[in-house]
């Protein structure tokens, strides 16, 4: 199956500080990548949806200048949480669209961000 | 507006059955997926269904009604390393994935 990567898998940063997390699709051209924040006990909040060579469409309530994203090549997408605050500590996972295969989405690992 | 239900949380014991149900409300559909999360770790693909009917794979069935915007994942002979979160999603007319909040299935010995 497809493969998604992801790095790094645990951050810890200082509040006020960037952070850059990488998504990579291994084994397959990824035309289309999404962003999800995931808070505990919670489900998955879609933030952004990164389509390669155009700008990210962000969810309602989701900052585009606080949460970076670049999707430069069809295999790697970037999301950058800007000025880090202690609320942005959450898990952010990014999944993959195989343009093959029009519907599903591949997971990353996802991200542990700790903002102290 | 779209909206997918399914129970926030399950108990069930070893060895038992169980049934999730999620029912959903989206602009068009294309198709439904089940997802298995656990604590600390990213979603992993259980199935898809886009045509009405049971789709069996091992332990896990998945059943869809689409008159009835209904599904269900069936877990049979459960296990303890099955205790985790199970996330329904529905693709809709723009492909987008919409996700309902997630069953915590508690498995007891």
């Known amino acids: 199956g497809a493969v998604v990567s992801q790095h790094p898998s645990r951050v810890i940063c200082k509040s006020g500080t960037s952070v850059k997390i990488e998504c990579r699709s291994l084994?397959?051209?990824?035309?289309?990548m999404f962003w999800y924040r995931q808070f505990p006990k919670q489900s998955l909040m879609l933030m952004a949806t990164s389509n390669e060579g155009s700008k990210a469409t962000y969810e309602q309530g989701v900052e585009k200048d606080k949460f970076l994203i670049n999707h430069a090549s069809l295999t790697l997408s970037t999301l950058t949480v800007t000025s880090a605050h202690p609320e942005d500590s959450s898990f952010y996972i990014c999944s993959a669209r195989d343009p093959d295969r029009a519907y599903e989405q591949y997971f990353g690992p996802g991200t542990r961000l700790t903002v102290t | 507006g779209q909206n997918i239900d399914q129970p926030t949380e399950m108990t069930a014991t070893e060895g038992a059955i169980v049934q999730i149900n999620c029912t959903y409300q989206?602009?068009?559909?294309?198709?439904l997926f089940w997802y298995q999360q656990h604590a600390g770790e990213a979603p992993t693909f259980l199935s898809y269904?886009?045509l009405d009917g049971l789709e069996e794979k091992g332990r896990f069935s998945s059943f869809l009604s689409r008159s009835k915007g209904y599904s269900y994942l069936l877990l049979k002979e459960l296990q303890m390393k099955d205790s985790a979160s199970y996330l329904c999603a529905v693709v809709d007319s723009n492909y987008q994935l919409i996700w309902g909040a997630g069953t915590k299935l508690i498995i007891k010995p």
């Open positions: 269904n886009v």
């Open positions: 084994d397959f051209q990824a035309t289309t």
């Open positions: 989206t602009s068009g559909f294309n198709g």
